[in-house]
């Protein structure tokens, strides 16, 4: 989790494995305050509209946007209430 890089002086490493060549990505990542303080309000937000039973706004007004159509929620998201 971002937040807890704060406690550390050494950056977070990222790690990723090609598993097409099998080759291996690393990316030290330096922790950003600000991003871990927008992303843990975001994940309130996201959680307490679930548990409220509420759907957020949409991302994009357009359910051919490309980001919708690889989205696994779009049949929810684009759903029409009856």
């Excluded at 002086?9 to 990222?14: D, V």
């Amino acid at each position: 989790h971002h937040a807890y890089l704060q406690l550390h002086e050494r950056p977070a490493i990222f790690t990723a494995l090609n598993a097409d060549t099998m080759e291996i990505y690393t990316e030290l990542v330096p922790f950003d305050a600000a991003l871990a303080q927008r992303m843990s309000d975001r994940a309130v937000k996201v959680i307490t509209a679930t548990e409220a039973g509420d759907l957020l706004p949409r991302a994009f007004n357009d359910p051919t946007h490309f980001e919708c159509r690889m989205c696994a929620w779009q049949d929810r998201c684009w759903r029409t209430k009856v």
